[in-house]
């Protein structure tokens, strides 16, 4: 059964950082991974989408690379902004089985 | 706009009284998927289906019953409702076509079982 697990599961930081979120699957079979985010109370919000063949996937700010071999997904927010606070989810689909991850709470301070 | 739109975003109910949860998408979708999100246990799928007419069990399917019977709507019946199924619910959709493409969710319904 494949478990995603992420960490950490806070992070506080100040406006204008660099930070990297983490993503771990036991499985390497799968399609693809998405990158959420979901601000409270609210949907979910696909900011990447890495399929199974690439390696990494870049948006603005935002670069999530993926190592399938170890399991492994990262998300690298340059520069973060007090806008980017939210909780960030990881989730990977091995068919059409969806599997996410706890989330990662961020909090950044102006 | 392209968007998935559940139905209703808030409910309360009895324990047993059968129930509806609609979802609907205006994009196309082939892939729809149903999902609870409860604290400290993350989000958990419910049932999916990949087509028309095409439905499969998620992780936690028991208790609940949905339809494929139209590409556009995909409702979640709970045929006898109790209160652990007291959650904050969630409908997705994407494309699929081999691959899938970014995953589509609505804004919730937040449902209460007494």
């Known amino acids: 059964k494949q478990e995603v697990t992420q960490i950490p599961a806070a992070l506080s930081v100040p406006e204008g950082e660099n930070l990297v979120l983490n993503c771990s699957f036991t499985d390497s079979a799968i399609y693809n991974l998405q990158w959420f985010r979901q601000d409270p109370g609210k949907g979910l919000t696909s900011l990447l989408l890495?399929?199974?063949?690439?390696r990494e996937q870049t948006s603005g700010r935002l670069n999530a690379s993926l190592d399938k071999s170890s399991g492994r997904s990262t998300l690298y927010i340059a520069a973060s902004q007090p806008g980017d606070s939210a909780t960030y989810l990881c989730a990977v689909s091995p068919e059409g089985d969806m599997r996410f991850g706890a989330g990662t709470r961020l909090t950044v301070k102006p | 706009e392209a968007q998935v739109t559940q139905n209703p975003r808030y409910l309360i109910t009895v324990t047993g009284k059968k129930l509806t949860v609609t979802c609907s998408q205006n994009m196309n979708h082939e892939y729809m998927s149903w999902y609870r999100q409860d604290p400290g246990l993350g989000l958990r799928q419910i049932y999916y289906?990949?087509?028309?007419?095409?439905?499969d069990k998620g992780d936690v399917p028991e208790g609940y019953k949905v339809s494929r019977k139209e590409k556009r709507n995909f409702p979640l019946i709970l045929e006898s409702p109790s209160p652990n199924q007291t959650s904050l619910y969630f409908c997705a959709s994407s494309f699929w076509t081999g691959n899938f493409s970014p995953l589509h969710f609505g804004n919730g319904t937040r449902l209460t079982v007494t």
């Open positions: 890495i399929q199974s063949s690439q």
């Open positions: 289906s990949m087509n028309v007419e095409v439905t």
